[in-house]
């Protein structure tokens, strides 16, 4: 069975073309299935567990990064989460803007996205875990006073640029060969010196003084440890994906 997860924005008026479309298209593939707004549900990681004890193996986020990031985190946090990963799978219906997730699945609009989860072509991925957040995409960071904390040895950056932590590619970074399958995070220095750097690594800390942004929209503090979640969620992917 399938759950489809509305995010709040979608009640705008501005998406009912999209939704419509979506909703048709979803009927015409005989992919129904029950719908819960999050507008209307007070603790989304108790409903996406009432429906895993009732069946429900696929979760499909409608909405962007933000509603993909929820969705994700509600059903890895479920308490019975473990018992039914093998069989729960994660899908992305992208309707509006910041969708950057969705790209680097494949998932171009929601209709496409459609003929996606039709085609039930499922990836297991790594996930990042930044204190008590999972991520999909990447970290963010100011360079200049951050420092990266390893076991036998630290690196603290001088000059101003950015740090980026990639878990996986998207359109914005996909000259950096992250594979959401090995098992390692890409640390990607960029100093506005035109300096660049990259190291692959499993666990680090990060102490900095600069806001850190998760995946575009969580913002979390320091010191805090990053590692990898290996092989903790199934995606439904297209074939265009941003990695093999």
Known sequence: MHVYIY???????RYNKAVNRMEIRLTDLGLNGKIIRLSGVKNIKSAIQNEMRLGAKTFVAVGNNQTVNRIMGAIIEADIYSD???????GII????DNSIATSFGIKNEEDACNILLARRIEKIDLGLIGDYY???EVEVESKGTKINLNDYSLEIQDKGV???VNL????????NSNPHDGKLDVHII???????????????IITEHPIIVDG???VKSPITINVAKNKLNVIVGKNRYFQ
């Open 135 to 137: 991520f999909l995409n």
């Open 163 to 165: 740090i980026k932590i």
């Open 7 to 13: 995010d709040d924005y979608l009640n705008k008026s």
């Open 94 to 97: 992208p309707i509006g803007n």
């Open 84 to 90: 039914f990963q093998k069989n729960t799978l994660l």
């Open 191 to 205: 100093t506005k010196k035109n300096t660049e750097s990259l190291m692959r690594l499993e666990k680090f800390e």
């Open 217 to 219: 929209v969580i913002e």
């Open 169 to 176: 590619i998207n359109e914005k970074n996909n000259h950096i």
